[in-house]
């Protein structure tokens, strides 16, 4: 769980200041590397590195600026703080088999969802050359965007706004920021949904990574292998027809989840006395 007097009791009772810092300094150097990827397909300008470096480049926009607030902010122990949640991995092994078949798991059942609805024979796909799987999850960890992202929205941003709000919602102002994070993406590369839907499946998404911070102490690691294991699944199933399906699923998942910590809480509380 998060601490809320870790940020209270340290300057201003509100962070918004830093937060607010922290998506102008991501957005910008993201989007910089990104739009000018466009910019330069377009013909109005020459790019100092590949379209491909770029474009890798421009991930580790929330990496950077998690690391410059975290050193101007000493909310939640600062930089150290930061650098302690990204290698805190003394958390129950059943989570890390959540963080890392949760994503294909979901992804397989909503292919298969999709298959049925459509009159189609269901065969469950797979991950394929299980000899490559490993090899291809650490190279999706360190340049694929879990690294340049969850320091930055798991580490920095949603603790923060923990210590302000609930869960709830919490989880959806930080899914709003990372869906529009990536909106240059729908210029510069193939996305297979449009963005609204991207939205949509997004915030529950969101959600369930804040569960899974809940649950492990604000364990950065545990977001990147959650995120990790959802972009390396996202490559290797055949999921794009099955994009409402799967976003149908995120919501049914993150409503169970919600269900459950709701009644669990609600177990939590005491008893009043007669």
Not at 17 to 41: E, K, P, Q, Y
Not at 77 to 103: A, E, K, T
Not at 168 to 197: E, K, N, R, Y
Request: aromatic fraction near 12%.
């Amino acid at each position: 769980m998060f601490d809320s007097n870790a940020v209270n009791n340290q300057h201003s009772p509100l962070p918004w200041s830093s937060l607010l810092g922290f998506c102008a300094l991501a957005f910008a150097f993201t989007w910089t590397c990104w739009l000018s990827i466009g910019l330069a397909r377009a013909g109005w300008m020459q790019l100092p590195l590949s379209q491909e470096r770029l474009a890798t480049l421009g991930q580790f926009g929330p990496l950077i600026a998690a690391v410059v607030f975290s050193l101007r902010d000493g909310r939640l122990g600062g930089l150290r703080g930061l650098i302690g949640r990204c290698l805190h991995w003394r958390v129950h092994p059943l989570w890390f088999l959540v963080v890392l078949l949760l994503p294909p798991a979901c992804l397989i059942g909503a292919i298969c969802i999709h298959d049925w609805r459509h009159g189609k024979t269901i065969v469950l796909p797979t991950l394929g050359n299980s000899a490559t799987l490993l090899p291809h999850l650490l190279l999706t960890l360190f340049t694929g965007g879990p690294l340049g992202e969850e320091p930055g929205w798991r580490g920095f941003v949603l603790p923060r706004l923990r210590a302000i709000w609930h869960p709830i919602p919490a989880s959806l102002l930080l899914g709003v920021i990372w869906a529009l994070w990536h909106l240059p993406l729908w210029w510069i590369a193939d996305v297979p949904a449009p963005f609204w839907l991207y939205v949509v499946g997004v915030l529950p998404l969101t959600y369930l990574f804040t569960a899974v911070a809940e649950h492990t102490g604000g364990s950065v690691l545990l977001a990147l292998l959650f995120h990790a294991s959802l972009n390396t699944s996202l490559a290797r199933l055949p999921f794009q027809p099955a994009w409402v399906e799967w976003t149908a699923l995120l919501w049914v998942v993150a409503i169970a989840v919600g269900a459950f910590e709701l009644q669990k809480r609600r177990r939590e509380l005491p008893i009043p006395s007669p």
